[in-house]
């Protein structure tokens, strides 16, 4: 009985440590389950905002760039009314002597030339009441309009303290994109590019490639989209109901994170990405922590800081990627646009800064030479060629960046204590050695096809004290640089203004 008593102790004994041990199991396991639960419920979230933010910051990047490409062609249109000919001369009055009128044409069709000859305009010309055509004007435009060429054009002009418009869309066309400037009562200039150029404008960023870029009329009638077969359709409706007519907004669900900007025209920008693409991996790891939490329940400690380590390097890693994409220029190493703007102005504002600065804007000549003669692919080796001479040339405390296409820009630190001469003879000579590096460069594989830079210099405080004011007359001084033959520099004065 002694013995049997004994087993039975024994086995009640046995019987009570694996009731202990599958009692602990179980609770190690809900604690590990439960706890995972928490931790990557904290990660969905913290995932979501990450990204939401990083996308949303894109998105106001694209809004700035095509916001820029728009006003670019604003302001090459607004250059054609410095010639006299071009609003003086009506070729509606009928007292006009035929000679001068073909002189006076010629004169405004080599202006117009002029203007338009770097840039991949479909139409660059003016259009006269009575449906004269002086410039460039392209026979697909003339055809679609027809008879109506002059009146359904004036009809574009939707901003009557400008007297301007954009528009999209004629007879069901979305291929081109209309700027329509009023030159006077019987003329005005027109201008139109394909849709196709945008592509560039919104080049997807890195490691967003699922995301889903559509630019949109007032109507919601899309006039670009990275998704094929969607240009001149209605927005999805799936789309559509999550944002409204929000001007400026995001939203996520468990269907979709959404980013709305505004842009020129009521027009919008808006980047969208499902959400399961988001958490796609995150969704992963959840399902391996469960499956490992559960065959490894003794081994709990070790198998929860293991999984706690798998868990926050992807999402660590996804968030620095991120956040490197918001802040740098991929392609050529340097700032992107938006960071260099605001590494400037937070420069410009420090309390008590002994430093000054100059503002350095620089334009490679001939790139559109180099996209056209050896492909895009050769043009972004090019840019990312010009990254490397702005880190040669210059210092490791001054800002590099990359304002878009090929426009670079530069924020020369200047000691407070350096005089004007000091100041101006440092900064020709940065220039001067910039312009050689770019002298030294050539492309192709026979080594022929040379490009240069133009650069415009505005000094700060002297010329002006936020980013805004520096660009407008570093831009001023570019465009001197250009007009004398490219190749060269210009430091910025009043006469330019």
Not at 115 to 143: A, P, Q, W
Not at 154 to 175: C, L, P, V
Request: glycine fraction near 6%; aromatic fraction near 10%; charged fraction near 25%.
């Amino acid at each position: 009985m002694k013995i049997k008593t004994n087993n039975d102790s024994n086995q009640k004994l046995v019987q009570l440590r694996q009731s202990m041990i599958l009692a602990f199991i179980a609770l190690i396991g809900f604690v590990i389950v439960f706890f995972s639960v928490l931790v990557m419920n904290k990660t969905d979230d913290v995932l979501k905002n990450k990204v939401s933010n990083m996308a949303s910051a894109l998105t106001v990047q694209m809004k700035m760039n095509i916001n820029s490409y728009l006003s670019k062609m604003e302001t090459t249109c607004a250059l054609v009314f410095v010639a006299e000919e071009v609003y003086q001369y009506d070729a509606t009055n009928a007292d006009l002597d035929a000679y001068e009128a073909l002189s006076t044409e010629k004169i405004i069709s080599d202006k117009l030339f002029d203007l338009c000859i770097m840039e991949n305009y479909v139409d660059f010309g003016i259009v006269y009441r009575n449906n004269h055509v002086v410039g460039k004007v392209s026979n697909g435009t003339i055809e679609l309009f027809g008879e109506h060429l002059f009146t359904d054009l004036e009809s574009m002009i939707n901003r009557s303290r400008t007297h301007d418009g954009w528009a999209t869309g004629y007879n069901g066309d979305f291929k081109r994109i209309y700027y329509v400037k009023r030159i006077h009562e019987n003329a005005v200039l027109v201008t139109s590019f394909y849709t196709t150029e945008l592509e560039e404008v919104f080049e997807h960023p890195g490691g967003m490639g699922d995301m889903t870029i559509r630019l949109l009329e007032k109507n919601d009638i899309v006039i670009y989209s990275s998704k094929d077969g969607e240009t001149g359709t209605k927005l999805d409706e799936d789309i559509a109901s999550r944002i409204s007519a929000q001007t400026s907004a995001t939203s996520m669900d468990n269907h979709y994170m959404i980013n709305v900007n505004s842009c020129g025209d009521d027009w919008r920008v808006i980047c969208s990405i499902p959400t399961q693409i988001i958490l796609k991996e995150k969704k992963e790891i959840q399902l391996f922590i469960a499956i490992v939490g559960l065959l490894t329940a003794l081994s709990a400690v070790i198998i929860s800081v293991w999984i706690s380590n798998r868990i926050s390097t992807p999402v660590h890693d996804m968030v620095n990627v991120l956040d490197e994409k918001a802040h740098i220029d991929q392609l050529t190493g340097v700032l992107n646009k938006r960071s260099f703007e605001e590494s400037a102005d937070k420069a410009f504002h420090l309390d008590n800064s002994p430093e000054r600065y100059a503002l350095i804007l620089i334009d490679v000549d001939n790139f559109k030479g180099v996209n056209d003669t050896l492909g895009h692919a050769y043009g972004d080796k090019v840019l990312a060629g010009v990254g490397n001479i702005l880190q040669t040339v210059f210092r490791a405390d001054d800002f590099l960046g990359r304002l878009g296409g090929d426009e670079f820009c530069v924020l020369l630190y200047l000691p407070k204590s350096a005089t004007e001469q000091e100041i101006t003879e440092y900064t020709s000579e940065k220039c001067r050695q910039l312009c050689q590096s770019f002298r030294n460069n050539y492309t192709g594989d026979d080594g022929k096809y040379k490009i240069s830079a133009s650069v415009g210099v505005a000094l700060f405080p002297h010329h002006g004290q936020t980013f805004t004011e520096l660009y407008q007359c570093a831009d001023k001084a570019l465009y001197q640089s250009k007009r004398k033959g490219k190749d060269t520099f210009t430091i910025f004065t009043e006469e330019y203004k």
